[in-house]
C-alpha cells in the first residue's frame, strides 16, 4: 500500500501482515500519516497507538472518514516522527469532544 491510498481522522478495517508472517485483521484509526508509516490506535482490542508501516497492510476492507465532532484527539508531541524513531507502540489515552474529555 501507498501513503495516498489512508486519510486521516479515518478509521478503516485491514489485512495487516504481523512481524511473525501472519495475516490478521485490524480495526484502526488513523492520526497522521509519514512518508514510510503512519500513527494509528488500534480500536480493535488493545487501544494502542502503532506506528504501522504500509508495506505491512495488505488489502484495506473497509473505510469510514470520522466527523469533526467524533475525532479523537492526541498532543501532537506523540505524532512526530522522532518520537517514533525507536517505537513501535505506546499505551496512551485519547479524548474526543463527544465523551466529555
Request: charged share 30%; no cysteine; proline share 7%.
Amino acid at each position: 500500500m501507498l501513503k495516498e491510498d489512508f486519510e486521516e481522522s479515518t478509521r478503516y478495517a485491514l489485512t495487516v501482515r504481523r512481524k511473525s508472517g501472519k495475516l490478521q485483521p485490524a480495526n484502526v484509526y488513523v492520526y497522521r500519516r509519514f512518508d514510510e508509516f503512519m500513527i494509528v490506535r488500534n480500536t480493535q482490542d488493545s487501544g494502542l497507538l502503532e506506528k504501522l508501516r504500509y508495506e505491512d497492510v495488505q488489502k484495506i476492507v473497509r473505510s469510514a472518514p470520522v466527523p469533526p465532532a467524533k475525532q479523537l484527539t492526541m498532543p501532537d508531541a506523540l505524532l512526530q516522527p522522532k518520537f517514533w524513531a525507536e517505537r513501535e507502540f505506546v499505551e496512551a489515552y485519547s479524548s474526543s469532544p463527544s465523551v466529555g474529555k
